[in-house]
């Protein structure tokens, strides 16, 4: 009976949500609260059983224990700055919430820098000249496809220099510092959003398909899931 | 015949003792390495077994590895190793620095699991990452141009920046929101501070919240992460001050929408409907969420303009709204929109990186057709 009610529930917020393809009703207000308000509460209790507990509680405690007082001192800094931050409840100490919200700003734009660089562009421009230990500009795959012209000789010969134009229009078109009527800049725009509409238009048509993917998998639940309870309730 | 009897069966014995004793003769051999992991926070240790038995006689091994810290001591992994006479990796963790990392191999042997070997190692965390000293190099070049350009701007140097078509648009999309006596919907992404993306659409969400201030027009930003949500506010209410309209500011208009990504996005759209927005900007991080928005916005007839750096996502809006930023032009944003000296060296900055990154990949193009890799191995390892 448990498991009818839950799936008829289910199936029942599903089609709210998907009310709204027609228009704002009380059906799909009731679904979007309730999902708010229990993703609010949800995050809260994860918040507090993941993260204040093991992390704060347990060691500010464990350290109170031992008479570790640079431990216990490092996490009530840690504890009072996060306090500051519910002093925006107030208007007299709102100010007060400045700070974690520096303290936080300021660490994870500084923290990003290397990480970033490392990773989004040494390792990316690292693949335009080489991948899988291979040059992308390989002068002998050309002439394998000249001496053996077939379309996989052709995508092997093509692949590689294709991809290093498309890095190198791409990254000029994103300087601003020239004027648009700039030879290099002007030149370079066309191919440079030429590469980037076909790689968009790619990206669309597969998160499309994924998206379609869910949809699927949401009505198999109402008919070859759902449905075949009720259906054997009714009959 | 009983005396026979007993005979036979202690005949038999022996020759079962025997038989045993033949098979357990193999005494079980494992190769055991344990090496701390150089160049990292000293919290990595790998474990090599070798196991040095023919599988027929002995078939695995297992491996029990521990750490030691502070004299406690705790159990990290218990792996089984089937004997194939090759060397094996086991990757191995600890929570703390300066832990002693014990690994052990047992075998059985006469019915019984004996340990035949042990091993241990104590972590050290490395100040430097020299694998990564071509990052560091990159970053000390970058801070560097920034700082100079900086203070090039603000001496007054004139930074030129080129019409980015999409931000000439913020004006137009304001001015239509208030002749239509509609709000102005901001959404800053859906990530935490700590996204780039986030801090790039804080900065313009100052610029559209001055300008929303001198048409008097309701600014409503829905925020999902809270410290997000604290800095919104901390920047409209500034936006607000530096436009001469303090008193146009209500907290309650940047608010939280939800937590969880679906949730913001049905509390979103719901929004859109019922308040029926002349302009929304969606400027920042989104995932999976950013057509539900644009073509919900759509739907409602405001005027559009997004921008992120997620590629998988710049489709989505391209297709579905007036105006697309795409990837940087986002972090360009907003030094073109404030042409604040501080930014505008930044950006100036990021430009000159570019170049430089653009020479050293054409460089390394070249050198690498010639057939040196210096620039490959050394600069963009």
Same mark, same amino acid.
């Given at each position: 009976?448990?498991?009818?009610?839950?799936?008829?529930?289910?199936?029942?917020?599903?089609?709210?949500?998907?009310? =709204?393809?027609?228009?704002?009703?009380?059906?799909?207000?009731? %679904?979007?609260?309730?999902?708010?308000?229990?993703?609010?509460?949800?995050?809260?209790?994860?918040?507090?059983?993941?993260?204040?507990?093991?992390?704060?509680?347990?060691?500010?405690?464990?350290?109170?224990?031992?008479?570790?007082?640079? %431990?216990?001192? =490092?996490?009530?800094?840690?504890?009072?700055?996060?306090?500051?931050?519910?002093?925006?409840?107030?208007?007299?100490?709102?100010?007060?919430?400045?700070?974690?919200?520096?303290?936080?700003?300021?660490?994870?734009?500084?923290?990003?820098?290397?990480? %970033?660089?490392? %990773?989004?562009?040494?390792?990316?421009?690292?693949?335009?000249?080489?991948a899988d230990g291979e040059s992308l500009l390989n002068v002998q795959k050309v002439i394998d496809f000249f001496n053996n012209p077939t379309f996989s000789n052709l995508y092997q010969a093509t692949y590689g220099p294709l991809l290093v134009i498309g890095?190198?229009?791409?990254?000029?078109?994103?300087?601003?510092? =020239?004027?648009?009527?700039?030879?290099?800049?002007?030149?370079?725009?066309?191919?440079?959003?030429?590469?980037?509409?076909v790689?968009?238009?790619?990206?669309?048509?597969?998160?499309?398909?994924?998206?379609?993917?869910?949809?699927?998998?949401?009505?198999?639940?109402?008919?070859?899931?759902?449905?075949?309870?009720?259906?054997?309730?009714?009959? | 015949?009983?005396?026979?009897?007993?005979?036979?069966?202690?005949?038999?014995?022996?020759?079962?003792?025997?038989?045993?004793?033949?098979?357990?003769?193999?005494?079980?051999?494992?190769?055991?390495?344990?090496?701390?992991?150089?160049?990292?926070?000293?919290?990595?240790?790998?474990?090599?077994?070798?196991?040095?038995?023919?599988?027929?006689?002995?078939?695995?091994?297992?491996?029990?590895?521990?750490?030691?810290?502070?004299?406690?001591?705790?159990?990290?992994?218990?792996?089984?190793?089937?004997?194939?006479?090759?060397?094996?990796?086991?990757?191995?963790?600890?929570?703390?620095?300066?832990?002693?990392?014990?690994?052990?191999?047992?075998?059985?042997?006469?019915?019984?699991?004996?340990?035949?070997?042990?091993?241990?190692?104590?972590?050290?965390?490395?100040?430097?990452?020299?694998?990564?000293?071509?990052?560091?190099?990159?970053?000390?070049?970058?801070?560097?141009?920034?700082?100079?350009?900086?203070?090039?701007?603000?001496?007054?140097?004139?930074?030129?920046?080129?019409?980015?078509?999409?931000?000439?648009?913020?004006?137009?999309?304001?001015?239509?929101?208030?002749?239509?006596?509609?709000? &102005?919907?901001?959404?800053?992404?859906?990530?935490?501070?700590?996204?780039?993306?986030?801090?790039?659409?804080?900065?313009?969400?100052?610029?559209?919240?001055?300008?929303?201030?001198?048409?008097?027009?309701?600014?409503?930003?829905?925020?999902?992460?809270?410290?997000?949500?604290?800095?919104?506010?901390?920047?409209?209410?500034?936006?607000?001050?530096?436009?001469?309209?303090?008193?146009?500011?209500?907290?309650?208009?940047?608010?939280?929408?939800?937590?969880?990504?679906?949730?913001?996005?049905?509390?979103?759209?719901?929004?859109?409907?019922?308040?029926?927005?002349?302009?929304?900007?969606?400027?920042?991080?989104?995932?999976?969420?950013?057509?539900?928005?644009?073509?919900?916005?759509?739907? &409602?007839?405001?005027?559009?303009?997004?921008?992120?750096?997620?590629?998988?996502?710049?489709?989505?809006?391209?297709?579905?709204?007036?105006?697309?930023?795409?990837?940087?032009?986002?972090?360009?944003?907003?030094?073109?929109?404030?042409?604040?000296?501080?930014?505008?060296?930044?950006?100036?900055?990021?430009?000159?990186?570019?170049?430089?990154?653009?020479?050293?990949?054409?460089?390394?193009?070249?050198?690498?057709?010639?057939?040196?890799?210096?620039?490959?191995?050394?600069?963009?390892?």
């Open positions: 009976m448990g498991t009818i009610l839950w799936s008829t529930f289910a199936v029942f917020l599903t089609l709210s949500i998907f009310s =709204f393809l027609i228009k704002d009703n009380p059906f799909y207000k009731f %679904a979007e609260h309730l999902f708010a308000g229990i993703s609010v509460g949800y995050l809260v209790v994860i918040t507090f059983t993941q993260i204040f507990i093991p992390r704060v509680w347990k060691p500010l405690m464990n350290a109170v224990n031992s008479g570790n007082i640079l %431990a216990a001192g =490092f996490l009530a800094v840690g504890i009072l700055i996060g306090l500051m931050y519910l002093s925006r409840t107030t208007d007299q100490y709102a100010w007060l919430s400045r700070y974690p919200i520096s303290i936080t700003v300021g660490f994870y734009s500084g923290y990003a820098i290397a990480p %970033a660089l490392n %990773a989004r562009v040494i390792k990316q421009l690292h693949s335009t000249v080489v890095v190198l229009v791409v990254l000029i078109y994103f300087f601003f510092s =020239f004027k648009n009527d700039n030879p290099v800049i002007k030149y370079t725009r066309k191919p440079a959003l030429l590469y980037m509409m790689g968009f238009g790619a990206a669309f048509g597969y998160t499309f398909m994924a998206r379609i993917s869910l949809f699927v998998d949401r009505m198999n639940f109402i008919i070859n899931r759902w449905w075949p309870l009720i259906e054997n309730k009714i009959m | 015949m009983k005396k026979i009897a007993i005979f036979l069966i202690i005949i038999l014995s022996i020759i079962t003792i025997y038989g045993q004793n033949n098979s357990d003769n193999v005494k079980p051999k494992c190769k055991l390495e344990i090496i701390d992991v150089k160049n990292e926070g000293g919290t990595k240790t790998e474990i090599y077994v070798t196991p040095q038995n023919k599988p027929e006689n002995i078939n695995e091994y297992n491996l029990k590895v521990y750490s030691e810290y502070d004299g406690k001591r705790k159990k990290l992994r218990d792996v089984k190793i089937i004997n194939n006479q090759k060397k094996m990796k086991i990757p191995v963790t600890t929570e703390k620095v300066n832990t002693k990392v014990i690994a052990e191999i047992y075998a059985q042997q006469e019915g019984k699991s004996v340990k035949i070997n042990s091993a241990s190692v104590k972590t050290k965390g490395a100040w430097f990452d020299v694998n990564k000293i071509n990052s560091f190099f990159a970053s000390v070049i970058f801070i560097t141009l920034i700082m100079v350009l900086v203070s090039h701007a603000r001496k007054g140097r004139d930074l030129f920046v080129r019409r980015i078509p999409g931000l000439e648009e913020i004006d137009n999309a304001v001015g239509r929101a208030t002749e239509m006596g509609k709000p &102005v919907f901001y959404i800053p992404g859906l990530s935490t501070i700590r996204d780039v993306a986030t801090i790039a659409s804080l900065n313009i969400l100052r610029s559209v919240g001055q300008k929303v201030a001198q048409y008097s027009t309701p600014l409503k930003v829905l925020n999902r992460d809270p410290i997000v949500l604290g800095v919104a506010q901390e920047v409209v209410h500034e936006a607000y001050l530096s436009a001469g309209r303090p008193d146009l500011y209500n907290e309650d208009d940047v608010y939280f929408a939800a937590g969880s990504q679906f949730a913001f996005a049905s509390v979103a759209q719901g929004a859109m409907v019922r308040e029926k927005p002349g302009a929304v900007f969606l400027l920042g991080m989104f995932w999976a969420e950013s057509l539900i928005l644009a073509e919900t916005a759509n739907s &409602v007839g405001a005027i559009q303009i997004a921008g992120t750096d997620a590629t998988s996502q710049i489709p989505f809006f391209i297709a579905s709204c007036d105006y697309t930023l795409i990837g940087e032009e986002l972090y360009a944003a907003s030094a073109y929109l404030s042409r604040a000296p501080k930014l505008l060296g930044t950006l100036k900055a990021q430009d000159y990186f570019k170049a430089i990154l653009l020479i050293v990949t054409i460089l390394a193009l070249i050198t690498n057709l010639i057939g040196i890799d210096f620039v490959i191995d050394y600069i963009l390892k």
